[in-house]
Nanobody
Framework: QVQLAESGGGLVQAGGSLRLSCTASGIPFTLYTINWYRQVPGKQRDLVATIKPGGSTVYVDSVKGRFTISRENVKNTAYLQMNNLKPEDTAIYYC????????????WGQGTQVTVSS
């Protein structure tokens, strides 16, 4: 069984911070690229940040300088540190992992709600 357990969402005021966690089981974690997506109900799911097995990262422009994606391989866990949160960051955040060489090996987490009040 493959499982992605997400946590860390919640309600914060604008300017506040949250750290999301995604813990994987049932996969060789070090061989997977980790992605964080977010989705507002009724709208498309958008990529927020990516971290590859080698540690390189990519961010969508709207979160650059505010969000940091990281991974702690020994714990099979990835994180999304979100600072200076804005109301437009409000969404359900999903962890998505994909094998670096076999694209058909991919898995989604259940999502965690992030709400930022103004």
């Amino acid at each position: 069984q493959v499982q992605l357990a997400e946590s860390g969402g919640g309600l914060v005021q604008a300017g506040g911070s949250l750290r999301l966690s995604c813990t994987a089981s049932g996969i060789p974690f070090t061989l997977y690229t980790i992605n964080w997506y977010r989705q507002v109900p009724g709208k498309q799911r958008d990529l927020v940040a990516t971290i590859k097995p080698g540690g390189s990262t990519v961010y969508v422009d709207s979160v650059k300088g505010r969000f940091t994606i990281s991974r702690e391989n020994v714990k099979n866990t990835a994180y999304l540190q979100m600072n200076n949160l804005k109301p437009e960051d409000t969404a359900i955040y999903y962890c998505y992992v994909k094998h670096l060489a076999i694209s058909s090996l991919d898995y989604w987490g259940q999502g965690t709600q992030v709400t930022v009040s103004s």
